[in-house]
């Protein structure tokens, strides 16, 4: 098992993260902007408000809804320093490496793949059958 699984796993055993879900808002926006875009989103929302050494309003900065981006942030505990470091065992008081980013980003767009019926390409060196 991967460790972004075994961090998925570890989510849905928490009744607060496992109760986050897309919306109609979310998902509408999600499919009218496309994935590449969400994608951005998320790396961009990932170092203006969480990879600083000290992000401004800490605890507070992530909404719970209005960007597909936020709910996976709530849903995969990647809104905060404190949830990083009790999830993800990233500490506060540092900033976040590049590779911390990336990390954070991939995880976040997994959970809304998932949530918007998204499948990962086939990466088989044969591709898809037909």
């Known amino acids: 098992m ?20 897309l919306g109609a808002k979310e998902r509408a926006y999600a499919d009218a902007k496309g994935r590449a875009t ?10 203006a408000r969480l990879a600083p050494e000290q992000p401004r309003n800490d605890g507070k900065q992530t909404p719970m ?6 709910v996976a942030q709530h849903a995969t505990a990647c809104c905060c320093r404190a949830c990083l470091a009790k999830w993800h065992g990233i500490p506060a008081g540092r900033a976040l490496s590049a590779e911390e980013q990336s990390r954070i980003a ?25």
């Open 38 to 47: 969400i994608a951005r989103h998320a790396r961009e929302l990932i170092a």
């Open 65 to 70: 809804r209005g960007h597909p981006v936020f």
């Open 2 to 21: 991967g460790q972004n699984d075994d961090i998925f796993a570890r989510l849905e055993r928490s009744r607060f993260r496992s109760r986050f879900h």
């Open 106 to 130: 991939a995880l976040l767009m997994r959970w809304i793949d998932r949530e918007m019926g998204y499948r990962p390409p086939d990466r088989s060196p044969a591709g898809p059958a037909g």
